[in-house]
């Protein structure tokens, strides 16, 4: 596999070697480290990643677990587990193309938020929302209307598959 690394470039990584699992993350840990409500990871025989560039800051984010990331601008980078000798997991958002390895599984979803069961519900964008969309949320508003995907908002489209309230604008 090529050399793999993110957002300022400061780490590169090389992995040789096959994937064991590409699991979706919703426990809480991974969730404050990253900031995010889900974290992917690939999982590797620990051999298998190899620094190329730079050197990544670890820190002890519970009892047998080290956590590594960019010093220079905070990425996310590999997780590795006492609990688990022999094994790391990288974050797969951090590959040069994530969409070449999608997930197997989804993992510790004894702790994941009520509302990721039902995010593939939500109006999409291909980018941000348009300005008018963020002025729609105007409370003086009082009904919203039900819609069914495709919506049309204010003569924005949106995609969505449950109704619209003030909750999901």
């Known amino acids: 596999m090529p050399s793999?690394?993110?957002?300022?470039?400061?780490?590169?990584?090389?992995?040789?070697?096959g994937m064991i699992v590409h699991a979706l993350c919703?426990?809480?840990?991974?969730?404050?480290?990253?900031?995010?409500?889900?974290?992917?990871?690939?999982?590797?025989?620990?051999?298998?990643?190899?620094?190329?560039?730079?050197?990544?800051?670890?820190?002890?984010?519970?009892?047998?677990?080290?956590?590594h990331f960019c010093a220079d601008c905070g990425t996310g980078l590999f997780y590795v587990n006492a609990s688990m000798p022999g094994i790391i997991d990288v974050q797969s958002a951090?590959?040069?193309?994530?969409?070449?390895?999608?997930?197997?599984?989804?993992?510790?979803?004894?702790?994941?938020?009520?509302?990721?069961?039902?995010?593939?519900?939500?109006?999409?964008?291909?980018?941000?929302?348009?300005?008018?969309?963020?002025?729609s949320r105007d409370t003086r508003r009082q009904d919203l209307p039900h819609h069914r995907n495709p919506v049309e908002i204010h003569g924005i489209a949106a995609t969505t598959s449950v109704p619209i309230s003030k909750a999901t604008i």
């Open 94 to 135: 951090t590959y040069d193309d994530p969409d070449a390895v999608p997930p197997t599984m989804q993992i510790q979803v004894a702790e994941r938020l009520r509302w990721m069961e039902h995010a593939h519900e939500l109006p999409t964008f291909d980018r941000f929302p348009p300005a008018a969309l963020a002025a």
């Open 26 to 67: 919703h426990c809480r840990d991974c969730r404050l480290h990253a900031g995010a409500p889900v974290v992917g990871w690939t999982m590797y025989a620990e051999n298998a990643v190899k620094v190329t560039k730079g050197e990544p800051k670890a820190y002890r984010s519970s009892e047998h677990v080290r956590r």
């Open 4 to 17: 793999i690394g993110r957002n300022c470039g400061a780490i590169r990584y090389q992995i040789e070697g």
